[in-house]
Antibody, heavy 122, light 106 residues
Framework: EVQLLESGGGLVQPGGSLRLSCSASQFSFSTYAMGWVRQVPGKGLEWVAAIGGSDTSTYYADSVKGRFTISRDNSKNTLYLQLDNLRAEDTALYYC???????????????WGQGTLVTVSS | EIVLTQSPGTLYLSPGERATLSCRASQSFTITYLAWYQQKPGQAPRLLIYGASRRAAGIPDRFSVSGSGTDFTLTISRLEPEDFAVYYCKQYVGSSWTFGQGTRVE
């Protein structure tokens, strides 16, 4: 069974930074695009970022473009999300998602992790 | 950006009843690029149906989708107790994915 385990969440002040990690197992990590989706507790889902399997293509929601950076280390089966210049509205549970294919575009999220909570507050 | 609007916000039904959930898009696209996800309290969302009629692994055939253009529907033919949850539609037309705000089935 595919496993996605997020870590790195926590409390950070506005303007601060965090790096989230997602450790993947039980599938060929480099073969699939990966991404991040966030959810304010009790609210809906918002796609954040995606990266192709080969690491050459990255995509971002307008709300995080220029502040967040998605990356991956295929040798470690790990996905990352660097969160910089954080704002209160970035407070959410961040889910790591596996795409159904390699290229990211036009793909569904077929597996989800359990999420890591990011709280931005002074 | 394609905006998805789901209705109703909450659907009040009993086990055995039929559930019809609506997802309306701000721009027309093919149902091929519409997916539905289910989320239960305290759990991560899980993929239900995508690609017009493809069910994710383990999803029973009481779940079906229909629609075209800007109006799409998820139908649960006979509600089972485990189906009471929040359902999200999502478009994946390109490389920018958007979700509807969700419909809660209670």
């Amino acid at each position: 069974e595919v496993q996605l385990l997020e870590s790195g969440g926590g409390l950070v002040q506005p303007g601060g930074s965090l790096r989230l990690s997602c450790s993947a197992s039980q599938f060929s990590f480099s073969t699939y695009a990966m991404g991040w989706v966030r959810q304010v507790p009790g609210k809906g889902l918002e796609w954040v970022a995606a990266i192709g399997g080969s690491d050459t293509s990255t995509y971002y929601a307008d709300s995080v473009k220029g502040r967040f950076t998605i990356s991956r280390d295929n040798s470690k089966n790990t996905l990352y999300l660097q969160l910089d210049n954080l704002r209160a509205e970035d407070t959410a549970l961040y889910y790591c998602v596996k795409h159904s294919g390699r290229i990211a575009a036009r793909e569904v999220f077929d597996y989800w992790g359990q999420g890591t909570l990011v709280t931005v507050s002074s | 950006e394609i905006v998805l609007t789901q209705s109703p916000g909450t659907l009040y039904l009993s086990p055995g009843e039929r559930a019809t959930l609506s997802c309306r898009a701000s721009q027309s696209f093919t149902i091929t690029y519409l997916a539905w996800y289910q989320q239960k309290p305290g759990q991560a969302p899980r993929l239900l149906i995508y690609g017009a009629s493809r069910r994710a692994a383990g999803i029973p055939d009481r779940f079906s989708v229909s629609g075209s253009g800007t109006d799409f529907t998820l139908t649960i033919s006979r509600l089972e107790p485990e189906d009471f949850a929040v359902y999200y539609c999502k478009q994946y037309v390109g490389s920018s994915w958007t979700f509807g705000q969700g419909t809660r089935v209670e």
